[in-house]
């Protein structure tokens, strides 16, 4: 069974920064895509970044975009999500999801395009 872990939020003043972890396990299949989503207390779930096991190819929400670095160590199962420069507005519990042999014309950053989902972790950025 397909195991998501998240680790690395925590309570940052704005301006800061966070690393996340997701460690991945529990799977054999070689072509997936491992997503990072957020949902804000009384806000819609937010598709961040994604990134691709085929080629390593990457995602951003035009919210992120330049602020955060998505990155994965195969050795490890674990994709990461550097977020620097982080606002009030980045506040919210970070989930890691996977999608298995993404199809053709998928969207990377809809929930409903992956198969898995971690736990989550907290994020809390004070102004």
């Known amino acids: 069974e397909v195991q998501l872990v998240e680790s690395g939020g925590g309570l940052v003043q704005a301006g800061g920064s966070l690393r996340l972890s997701c460690a991945a396990s529990?799977?054999?299949?070689?072509?997936?895509?491992i997503g990072w989503f957020r949902q804000a207390p009384g806000k819609e779930r937010e598709g961040i970044s994604c990134i691709r096991s085929s080629n390593g190819s990457t995602d951003y929400a035009d919210s992120v975009k330049g602020r955060f670095t998505i990155s994965r160590d195969n050795a490890r199962n674990t994709v990461y999500l550097q977020m620097n420069s982080l606002k009030p507005d980045d506040t919210g519990v970070y989930y890691c999801?996977?999608?298995?042999?993404?199809?053709?014309?998928?969207?990377?950053?809809?929930?409903?395009?992956?198969?898995?989902w971690g736990q989550g972790t907290q994020v809390a950025v004070s102004s």
């Open positions: 529990g799977f054999s299949f070689d072509d997936f895509a």
């Open positions: 999801a996977m999608v298995v042999f993404p199809v053709v014309g998928w969207s990377p950053l809809v929930g409903d395009e992956y198969d898995f």
